[in-house]
């Protein structure tokens, strides 16, 4: 036997719209009174679903924007390490600038320590002749230049050293195999040492300013008027400083002259004045002319009519001291 449905329960249902029909002309004065719009859940539902979509339009950036903004970090990222290199360079320069201003302006030393003792010393001879300032010969006539000697004036054997204030392996020589050359064969009068300017390593034309070989043998011929070659000499190499680092400034050879307790006046005005250019010129023209071709090198005369020309080798002090001595023994 069938069943009848239940009847639906319309008076809830009903009972509910008559409740939100009553309810509404409350709503609508109450809104009247304050100005506060009132909505229904359904208009609430709507609103709050239009502001999540809006929050979530703002916060998803498109990926055209996310790629202008790794664009733009990246550009930033840039700028930063350009900058960082500028900084690291500016403080290199700072370092190199001071180092050089120390080279400059540091204490110079006193020279060699090489004992000379009773050795005849001669400055140049075109120093010595009252500072003669034409090195040139006249029309006609063939003057050699000649360099400050030491040893004696009568030995057997002559020993011309062609240098550079400059060079390394002059200072070196200067150092090493010098010392002990006077002392096995300038002492007992076999051999005497004649000291030529050869400048090759300055900057630009031998006779511009700032070519610092050149400005050193015109200061030590300078030196050479007041008989101060020797001394000023072994000074220069005392201060060796490298190529071109302003070590032979003007203002440091001036300083030298100083510190050696010459005539300052009178050296800065032969320094100044560049009255012994020319005999640079000449000394470092005629070393080219008997094949002198670097620094330093050697010219080993023993009268013989042969001179022999040799340069410093790896060998150092043992290979010259053979050769000296074999110009000493055969001497005529």
């Not at 009903?14 to 009553?22: L, P, V, Y």
């Not at 240098?163 to 006077?182: G, L, N, R, V």
């Not at 050697?298 to 410093?312: A, L, R, S, T």
Request: some cysteine.
């Amino acid at each position: 036997m069938s069943q009848r449905p239940p009847k639906k329960n319309r008076s809830g249902k009903n009972a509910s719209r008559k409740k939100n029909r009553s309810q509404q002309p409350r709503a609508r004065a109450q809104q009247q009174a304050t100005g506060t719009p009132v909505t229904g859940s359904t208009s609430a539902t709507s609103t709050a679903s239009t502001t999540a979509k809006n929050a979530g339009s703002t916060s998803g950036a498109r990926p055209s924007d996310r790629r202008q903004a790794r664009r733009e970090a990246a550009i930033k990222k840039e700028q930063q390490k350009k900058q960082l290199r500028l900084i690291i360079g500016g403080i290199a320069a700072a370092v190199v600038v001071a180092v050089v201003l120390i080279l400059v302006n540091r204490p110079s030393n006193d020279g060699s320590n090489i004992d000379y003792g009773d050795l005849a010393m001669a400055p140049p001879p075109i120093a010595a002749a009252g500072a003669t300032p034409d090195a040139s010969p006249e029309a006609g006539e063939s003057t050699s230049y000649q360099g400050a000697f030491l040893g004696d004036p009568n030995a057997p054997v002559t020993f011309t050293i062609y240098a550079d204030y400059q060079c390394h392996f002059c200072k070196q020589f200067h150092e090493d195999s010098y010392p002990q050359i006077i002392d096995d064969f300038v002492r007992d009068g076999q051999v005497r040492i004649e000291f030529r300017e050869f400048p090759a390593l300055g900057e630009g034309d031998i006779t511009s300013d700032g070519n610092e070989s050149a400005q050193a043998a015109e200061a030590a011929i300078c030196a050479g008027e007041q008989d101060k070659y020797l001394e000023y000499h072994d000074k220069l190499y005392a201060n060796f400083g490298g190529v071109n680092q302003g070590t032979f400034s003007n203002d440091r050879l001036k300083k030298f002259a100083e510190e050696l307790g010459l005539d300052t006046d009178a050296f800065n005005e032969c320094l100044d004045s560049g009255r012994y250019q020319s005999a640079v010129v000449q000394s470092r023209d005629e070393g080219r002319a008997l094949g002198i071709s670097a620094t330093p090198m050697f010219i080993i005369d023993n009268g013989n009519g042969e001179p022999n020309v040799v340069q410093q080798t790896s060998s150092g002090y043992d290979l010259l001291r053979r050769q000296i001595q074999t110009a000493v023994e055969t001497a005529p």
